[in-house]
């Protein structure tokens, strides 16, 4: 008889997730909608299966917020509104309530302009650039958003740090009023934080398609080795080029700190001056209210057709996985990894706050 093995995860339900969040973040000086916002968009990664930008985040972000390295209160100002173009400064507040006001004023802006391009610098860390790409989808644009982040990856050909994990977000309007395609990534094989959650189940390995090396530059396929070594740009060259551009867009455009100018991913006091862009395009300008997401419909189910590969089931458009995993998480509930939860239980008890119970097994 095989020995049953231990569960490395306990479930949970968003609700109390997201509250819990609320309840940790207040404790820590932010207002009820500001800590609704980041618990809210952290919870809903994970719905998404995005474990790596879910609640994960937020023990980085209280690492920070304890050091005095964010502006608690800080929302950011408006540094210049030209029709189209606004740049906004996030005066060192959290990253989801600075990326939250300047997508408000991209749809604002877009609304009236049928485009619109904000960028802001003085940001934090956003999470997953698919929260924001939603919201501009769901309103009707085409979004395209990027972040760039602190150094840690080096480019194609080189092995010093010199770009972060920057990531590219496209969310596209579709039909029921919800995103239809909707590409997220880091400009590396896959984001960091993919490797923590990994580690945080006690995964020894992780998929060589994975793309880290060790501190030697070796390519390396465990996790311990892979946490003391760095990320690849996806697809060689053109990965770096990707991470470029959302560099270009996000502190290019804004006049942020670029690449090496910005710190080592630290959790101290220090200001990460990181730098994002959020830009809208309304299809209505080019054609009939609807027709665009007919035409968006008619790709997915075109390129869908495809016959599968060997091995494959069937072909997936970008934000097909996350929406499937979603579907599951919100009747199924969260798996948190224990090892991360620990963590979480102990911060909860230093901020006096009381965490909730897990689901109990079914
Ligand atoms: N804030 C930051 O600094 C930062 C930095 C890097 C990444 N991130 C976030 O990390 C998250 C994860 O990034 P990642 O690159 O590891 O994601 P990933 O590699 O899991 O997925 C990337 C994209 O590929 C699509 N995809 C996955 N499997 C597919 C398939 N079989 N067929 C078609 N499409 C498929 C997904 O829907 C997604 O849009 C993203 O939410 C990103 O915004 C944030």
Redesign the pocket.
Known sequence: MSTPTAPVTATFQAEPLQLFCRQLLTALGASESHAGIVGDSLVA?NLRG?D??GIQMLLVYIQQLRAGGINVPAAGRVVKEDGAFLRYDGENGIGQVVAECCTDHAIRIAQSHGISVVVTNHSN??????WWGEKLARAGFIAIVT?N?CPAVAPWQGQTPIL????L?VAVPGLGGRGRW?????TTT?????LSHAAHLNHAEIPREWGFLDSTGQPTTETAAAQKGAPTPFGRYKGTAFAMLAELLSAGLSGGEMATELPIYRTGGDPLGISHSFIAIDPKRFMPAGEFEHRVDRLVGMVKASAPAPGYDEV???????WRCEQLRLQQGIPVPLKLWAKFTAVAAELGVAPPLPDTPR
């Open positions: 990664a995005v790596s930008h860390h956003f999470g997953a650039g698919a972040s982040a972060g994990t920057n990531p977000c909707l590409l997220d990534m880091a896959v984001a960091l934080g993919k997936l458009v970008a934000g097909e996985p996350e």
